[in-house]
């Protein structure tokens, strides 16, 4: 199979390159265990959606709702409300997850489950990428950021979950949501491995996402 042209940096990049040195040399740092940051971790309050509601399988089983933040990225909430509701998330893998980190999926075209997974984060989605919306709001435990390569301008579908807060990441990468139900799903999502989390068996998989208004 003829590689892909775009770059593995491209959404990829979130953790091919700055991101995974930076998230790990924080979280191999920190003095916080996971269950120290699950005790003080505050849940977020939702301020109405739209929410958008993934079902989880695999070795994690259950729903989660992502509280959507129009207010604060306006066209990245646009993008990703429209690509659940045209189905294209629907059986995308969690295909990058680092302990402790951060857990990484939508990967539309190359992410299926049931296909071929050897370039999952190297993909996109049809539409157009969506230019950066950096704001002051931090990346804590649950928040939800858009993924993107070392162009701040290159969203397009690719999004992680924090399992912990990483303050070196704030107004790096654009925070569109976050989890008001459902982080003790996010919790058990399978782990990868290596420097780069890749998950490289049987990854954990967005079933059905769907939107509330």
Avoid: C
């Amino acid at each position: 199979m003829a590689r892909p042209k775009r770059s593995p940096l491209l959404f990829g990049g979130l953790m091919a390159s700055g991101l995974a040195i930076l998230g790990l040399a924080i979280w191999a740092t920190s003095p916080m265990s996971q269950a120290a940051v699950n005790k003080d971790a505050k849940p977020f309050k939702d301020t109405k959606g739209p929410h958008l509601v993934i079902q989880v399988a695999g070795q994690a089983n259950g729903t989660v709702v992502i509280d959507l933040l129009p207010k604060v990225a306006p066209k990245t909430v646009a993008q990703i409300v429209k690509l659940a509701k045209e189905g294209a998330y629907d059986g995308v893998v969690f295909h990058r997850v680092i302990d402790g980190f951060m857990a990484q999926t939508g990967d539309v075209k190359y992410g299926k489950r049931g296909g071929d997974l050897s370039h999952a984060g190297m993909g996109g989605s049809t539409l157009p990428d969506v230019p950066a919306e950096f704001s002051n709001v931090p990346f804590k435990r649950g928040t939800v950021g858009m993924a993107r390569a070392s162009d701040p301008n290159s969203g397009n579908s690719q999004f992680f979950i924090m399992f912990q807060p990483n303050s070196n990441l704030n107004g790096q990468y654009t925070v569109f949501g976050h989890v008001i139900s459902g982080m003790d799903v996010v919790d058990k999502i399978k782990r990868g491995t290596g420097p780069n989390g890749m998950v490289t068996s049987e990854p954990d998989y967005m079933a059905k996402v769907t939107v509330e208004q």
